[in-house]
Structures are given as C-alpha cells and as structure tokens.
C-alpha cells in the first residue's frame, strides 16, 4: 500500500540487440527513491547505469544528453560525496543475460527541483569505473562505452 504523497514512476527499456526491461521507481517519505525491476537481453557481467539529463529518445539512447548532473559535479560511485545525481553505478547481468535491479538512492528524487521525471534511464555497453579508472573518460562518464538500452522515467499512478 503507498503511503500518502508517494510518489511513483516507470521506465520501459528498450535498445539494441533484444534489450528490453522495465523498472518503477518509488519515492519513500524520506525523500530517498527505490528503483526496482529486470533488464534483458544483456551481456553477463557488469554494466554501467546512469540517470541521463534528458527525457529525449528521438536518436535513440544517444538523445538522452550527459548524466543528470544538477550539482555539477565529477563522475563517482553512487556512494561518493562526488557524483552526479545520476551516478547509479553498475548493474550486473547472470550468465542468462538477465540484471535484477534493486537500488536505493537519495539524489534522485520522483518530485521537487532535482527530480528525475521526464529523464531517462540508460544502461551501457560497458563496466562503469565509477570515476576511478584513470582514463580520460572516467571523471565525466565513467567510460561504461556505448548506450545499449534506455528509457524515459514518466509518471505513474500512485494508488
Ligand atoms: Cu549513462
Ligand atoms: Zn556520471
């Protein structure tokens, strides 16, 4: 049952090669958002997974814009001091190419002035370093490589 003033979100995911997902995104009272669901289609191992500034997929994942970067910040692991908002590390996919997803996170808020709605979610090709890989990439996108699967964060009903 959602508290009141819950506030709650969904992405479908859809890229190359069969990737596909769906994830919901549910705000608690403390501000802090639950981002929930499955991805498929990918590669085993890890993948970078990132909120993206823009809610825009006319070029495919490429239109979604930098990392959804408020505070304009370097790019860091979800549980650094700096780090873009967007900044959710890495998921990981099974040998069955299929990534559970279940991440906590306080800076990416369903409401207010920093909020991801309207955003989009994208997955990688690629490991995201979390800023710590020394490649000149790694400081702006962590150098996770190619966007391989996204979707736009819209609002759902909250009952
Ligand atoms: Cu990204
Ligand atoms: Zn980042």
Redesign the pocket.
Known sequence: MAAKGTVKAVALITGDNNVRGSLQFLQDANGATHVKGKIMGLSPGLHGF?IHALGDTTNGCNSTGP?F?PLSKN??APSDQE??A??LGNIFAGPDGIAEISIMDKQIPLSGQHSILGRAVVVHADPDDLGKGGHELSK???NAGGRIGCGIIGLQSAV
């Open positions: 990132h990392h970067n790019h860091g780090r873009h967007g900044d702006t996108t962590g």
